[in-house]
T-cell receptor
Framework: NAGVMQNPRHLVRRRGQEARLRCSPMKGHSHVYWYRQLPEEGLKFMVYLQKENIIDESGMPKERFSAEFPKEGPSILRIQQVVRGDSAAYFC?????????????FGPGTRLTVT | TQLLEQSPQFLSIQEGENLTVYCNSSSVFSSLQWYRQEPGEGPVLLVTVVTGGEVKKLKRLTFQFGDARKDSSLHITAAQPGDTGLYLCAGAVNSGYSTLTFGKGTMLLVSP
């Protein structure tokens, strides 16, 4: 009974490169959430997706960031032209049903370092 | 914007002591979750409380949701080194789909 899986666990990118973070939700979960955790700032919501749909992207920067959750395959958080300020831990969470959207199960995270 | 304030920010105690950490807000939440996060890992869901005044127990951990659903507390009895970690509270405004608002957490260190 695998939990939420994220890869890679660690990612190093130089300024200007692209970062792709992957998330496979728990089996049977069709709701995916992405969060960013900066030191001293706590977890901040970025985007909420269901299969093939972005439901809420109110927490995601308008430029350089995008997310998708295709019909087949993992959810992807994509950061183009990374800058040092993008260095953070990015967590994905999933939940089983809309009625229980508040019960979110987190993956181990991807730690992005921009040099 | 709903804000969750957690206190204390950091707590260092000896094994066997009791402790309480708090999560407060001026906003009303339909549910509140407590998570524990260890270094290098993702938050692990401990409990969800949904009813004002609700008390839930998980072994040595007791969680309480305030009557007005604006605050919560976590009490640990006879703390053990394995309890060490960052304790996060998170609130949901709506039942069903709702983004979670997280507090900054209480870092607990339990020394043997």
């Amino acid at each position: 009974n695998a939990g939420v899986m994220q890869n890679p666990r660690h990612l190093v990118r130089r300024r200007g490169q692209e970062a792709r973070l992957r998330c496979s939700p728990m089996k049977g979960h069709s709701h995916v959430y992405w969060y960013r955790q900066l030191p001293e700032e706590g977890l901040k919501f970025m985007v909420y997706l269901q299969k093939e749909n972005i439901i809420d992207e109110s927490g995601m920067p308008k430029e350089r960031f995008s997310a998708e959750f295709p019909k087949e395959g993992p959810s992807i958080l994509r950061i183009q032209q990374v800058v040092r300020g993008d260095s953070a831990a990015y967590f994905c969470a999933s939940s089983p049903r809309i009625e229980q959207g508040y019960e979110q199960y987190f993956g181990p995270g991807t730690r992005l370092t921009v040099t | 914007t709903q804000l969750l304030e957690q206190s204390p920010q950091f707590l260092s105690i000896q094994e066997g002591e009791n402790l309480t950490v708090y999560c407060n807000s001026s906003s009303v939440f339909s549910s509140l979750q407590w998570y524990r996060q260890e270094p290098g890992e993702g938050p692990v869901l401990l409990v969800t409380v949904v009813t004002g005044g609700e008390v839930k127990k998980l072994k040595r951990l007791t969680f309480q949701f305030g009557d007005a659903r604006k605050d919560s507390s976590l009490h640990i009895t006879a703390a053990q080194p394995g309890d060490t970690g960052l304790y996060l509270c998170a609130g949901a405004v709506n039942s069903g789909y709702s983004t979670l608002t997280f507090g900054k957490g209480t870092m607990l260190l339990v020394s043997p």
